[in-house]
């Protein structure tokens, strides 16, 4: 006992330190939108999207692998999977999916794998603007590796690496980010907070044989030899976040539970977010939630939401668990209202082992 609790302190040391790191070079106003793998930060599963993010105090389950792995470690049964779809903006498809098991004292050991899909995209040249009758589809892959653990009765910890893949055509990027959280309680239903790190890693860079054109210097001489010419680009940071969130539970009087919380989100290349969010719970069974978030500029502290510098604003969304012998079946659905765009839309179904 007295040796988990030196380990499940020296890793929120860890945590913290590396938190400090990220917000001692965390970016400003001017560096907004100079962040590449923006896929990172679309957000999977219905229950913390309908939640704004403001439910990472709390997530539990493979659901929290994306919020706050912390919470994977306290999942229910020995084992859960999860399957999400979203409709994104400009007909873009999101799926992801993941599974966690728990392996003896070690803790939970997981995996997932997000995609997503642009559908088929004409190909253009200077020669046929128009479209030369081809096609194409960008190809982004995330798989992460999960783990997590209850330190103690009061302390989660858990932490996801993921592998980013971008492919567009002939060219791609590669890079590593990690994630990592903590989560405390006092209680079941008593104060809950949580910190998480989100996408701290390698920086990226698109290389492939599409950026290398044949060209004939200038100033050379009638026949001269074409000699073959690499386009440099730069590299990319990934858009690292830190999210810290509360919550508690306000109510509980036998089956019906009411939950309330709210998060602090800082983002090195955008925003910073608040974000507020309640979930009730009725009969062990039904669920509804909703949130309503606003960005901050940290430039002129000015406040956004649902316009075009936020697009996002107010979540909504339900669930509805299910009980099969020995396993449970969660479905839950999320909408938030997209500026400009139809309402962006999650579907997910989790089952418990």
């Given amino acids: 006992m007295y ?3 030196r380990l499940s302190k020296g890793l929120m040391f860890l945590l913290i330190t590396l938190l ?12 907004r939108g100079t962040a ?9 599963g219905s229950v913390g999207t309908a939640m704004g993010g403001s439910y990472s105090a709390v997530v539990s389950g493979i659901e929290a692998a994306y919020w706050n792995p912390a919470g994977v470690a306290k999942m229910e049964g020995n084992g859960e999977a999860i399957f999400s779809h979203m409709d994104y903006i400009a007909d873009i498809d999101v799926e992801y999916a993941a599974i966690a098991t728990r392996v003896g004292a070690l803790g939970v050991l997981g995996a997932s794998l997000k995609t ?6 004409p190909v ?7 479209g030369t009758g081809e096609t194409y589809s960008p190809r982004y892959m995330t798989i992460g590796v999960i783990f997590s653990r209850v330190m103690t009765d009061r302390i989660n910890f858990g932490a996801k690496l993921n592998l980013i893949s971008e492919q567009i055509m002939r060219v791609s990027a590669n890079g590593v980010a990690l994630n990592a959280g903590v989560q405390y309680r006092t209680s079941d239903d008593g104060f809950m907070m949580g910190v998480t790190l989100r996408n701290l890693g390698t920086d ?3 290389t492939g044989a599409d950026l290398e054109q044949t060209v004939v210097g200038p100033g050379t001489e009638p026949g001269t030899r074409s000699e073959p010419l690499r386009i440099p680009l730069s590299s990319f940071e990934l858009p690292t976040q830190l999210e810290i969130a509360i919550a508690y539970g306000v109510y509980h009087s036998g089956s019906t539970k009411l939950t309330l919380g709210g998060s602090f989100l800082n983002d090195n290349f955008s925003l910073d977010q608040y974000t507020i969010g309640a979930e009730l719970e009725l009969m062990d069974m039904i669920y509804l939630r909703g949130s309503y978030a606003l960005a901050e500029d940290p430039e002129t502290h000015e406040l956004y939401s649902g316009n075009e510098e936020f697009l996002w ?6 669930g509805l668990k299910l009980k099969m012998g020995t396993a449970n079946l969660k479905i839950d659905y999320a909408m938030r209202p997209t500026y400009l765009f139809a309402n962006t839309q999650w579907l997910s179904f989790r089952v418990g082992f």
């Fill in 3 to 5: 040796k988990t609790q």
């Fill in 36 to 44: 590449g793998a923006q896929e990172l930060l679309l957000p999977v």
């Fill in 313 to 318: 604003g107010p979540g909504f969304g339900g």
């Fill in 124 to 130: 253009t040249t200077t020669e046929s603007p128009d």
């Fill in 20 to 31: 400090a790191v990220s917000i001692a070079f965390a970016g400003s106003d001017k560096r």
């Fill in 116 to 121: 997503i899909n642009f559908g088929e995209i």
């Fill in 204 to 206: 990226m860079l698109f």
